[in-house]
């Protein structure tokens, strides 16, 4: 068609199971196999102008909120360079990644598009270049301009995903929030608001987060005097509970004392559903309510990987706990129902 332009869309490498190859022992380890990728650039040369660039090259258990950093440092040096962006990234930590860049770029208002795969280009069978030239289709129509991941069939809000399975192919899914589209033979998108209203603002980096945060999951039998030292501590800033059901605890042993004075310190103890599932629900129980009396603050229907990036991102902002509270309720990009 004359005169019709292709989107010029950035692929930013970070590594993971995408670009691996098997190290003596047998196991994947990171092995640059970004040739096999840029090679099919020209294959992909009708949906869009590609552009490459490697931020690390690495299996994503070894992430860290400084490669988050550097990632959304990236984007928000190319945005006006590009249409769109594509991510390719270790699937093991792939969600906590779409979170963080979910709170980092603020008005985003351009397709940024991460995807992995389960098995790395290498090998027969291969899911890479399924996802990745589907990634790449999903930047260049340009229908979703979020930070979303695109993974096998589905296409997903970046901050609603969370990885369900170790070995199948179709690896995530989105428990709370519906599909932003759906990969069959053609590209189906889903009606869906985008995270930041109209009219655009410019974009603005806010890509800074607290590692000062600990997790923990309850179990029948837990002993939390650890807390106790964590609080008198007062190194971390922040403590996550998985709780039971929709957020219950245990509340006959010295847990509701605890959370108070957590409350207290100025340390916000996140409630959050141990059902990847099931959305947070306290008031429900009596187990749950006497939580919240106690100071807990409820993760409502986020991800477990959304509410522990959210809870990282807002310390890096405030140590108030009246803000804290407040941001951890309202819907930043998307990440929490109304
Ligand atoms: N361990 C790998 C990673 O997260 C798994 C994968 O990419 O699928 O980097």
Redesign the pocket.
């Given at each position: 068609m004359p005169g019709k332009k292709v989107p010029k869309i950035l692929l930013v490498f970070t590594?993971?199971?995408?670009s691996?190859a098997k190290n003596s022992q047998g196991s994947?380890v990171p092995a640059k196999h970004t040739a096999e990728i840029t090679n099919t650039f020209a294959l992909m040369k009708k949906e869009a102008c590609l552009d490459s660039h490697f931020v690390v090259d690495?299996?994503?258990?070894n992430m860290t909120p400084e490669i988050w950093q550097k990632i959304a440092a990236v984007i928000y040096a190319k945005y006006h360079q590009y249409d769109g962006f594509v991510i390719t990234?270790?699937?093991?930590?792939?969600s906590y990644t779409t979170s963080a860049l979910s709170f980092a770029l603020v008005n985003l208002h351009k397709p940024v598009i991460l995807t992995?795969?389960?098995k790395p280009i290498s090998e027969l069978g291969s899911d890479s270049m399924f996802n990745l030239f589907n990634s790449v289709k999903v930047a260049a129509h340009r229908r979703i301009r979020e930070v979303a991941l695109v993974f096998d069939t589905r296409i997903m809000r970046g901050n609603r995903s969370s990885k369900q399975y170790a070995q199948k192919i179709d690896?995530f899914w989105s428990p709370q929030y519906p599909l932003l589209g759906e990969i069959g033979v053609d590209i189906k998108y889903f009606p869906h608001k985008s995270p930041f209203s109209r009219p655009k603002k410019e974009l603005k980096l806010q890509s800074q987060f607290s590692t000062r945060v600990i997790s923990l999951s309850l179990f029948p039998g837990f002993e939390p005097h650890i807390l106790s030292d964590i609080i008198e501590e007062k190194w971390y800033r922040g403590i996550i509970i998985r709780g039971f059901g929709p957020g219950n605890i245990n509340t006959e042993n010295e847990l509701l004392s605890l959370i108070a004075r957590a409350t207290e310190r100025a340390i916000p103890v996140l409630l959050i559903s141990s059902c990847a599932g099931g959305t947070t629900i306290l008031g429900t129980y009596e187990t749950g309510q006497k939580a919240i009396v106690a100071g807990a603050i409820s993760a409502a229907d986020m991800t477990l990987e959304t509410a522990t990036v959210k809870l990282m991102w807002t310390l890096a902002q405030t140590n108030d706990m009246a803000s804290i509270r407040q941001i951890m309720a309202t819907n930043i990009a998307g990440e929490m129902g109304p």
């Open positions: 590594g993971g199971t995408i691996m994947w690495i299996d994503s258990s990234h270790g699937t093991d930590t792939l992995g795969a389960q690896a």
